[in-house]
């Protein structure tokens, strides 16, 4: 079983970049499949970007061009790189991780029910 912790949130500007980091232990990180999910307040949980353990990677269109999701399978950990951030980009972040093995489309990995294992959330505030 894998336990997540998700760090690097913060408070920045428009425009600005962070790089959020998600450290796994307790499994074979290699073999998992990755995910960011995020929430703001009062909205449900959105799916941001996952990159499965094959290498694929999917982005929500809300991110895309301005986020890139990378792994080093050496370190446990998972990044989420964010760029010209935007206020609607405030949320809790989420990492997760899926297990399954075989091939699945995007639709599969957008879905939060897919993933097994969840971290408990990093803060990202972007201001105006």
């Known amino acids: 079983q894998v336990q997540l912790v998700e760090s690097g949130g913060g408070l920045v500007q428009a425009g600005a970049s962070l790089r959020l980091s998600c450290a796994a232990s307790?499994?074979?990180?290699?073999?998992?499949?990755m995910g960011w999910f995020r929430q703001a307040p009062g909205k449900d949980r959105e799916f941001v970007v996952a990159l499965t353990r094959y290498g694929y990677t999917y982005y929500a269109d809300s991110v895309k061009g301005r986020f890139t999701i990378s792994r080093d399978n050496a370190k446990n950990t998972v990044y989420l790189q964010m760029n010209s951030l935007k206020p609607e980009d405030t949320a809790v972040y989420y990492c997760a991780a899926d297990s399954a093995i075989g091939y699945r489309s995007g639709s599969y990995y957008s879905t939060g029910a897919t993933y097994g294992y969840w971290g408990r959330g990093t803060q990202v505030t972007v201001s105006s």
């Open positions: 307790g499994g074979t990180f290699s073999t998992y499949s």
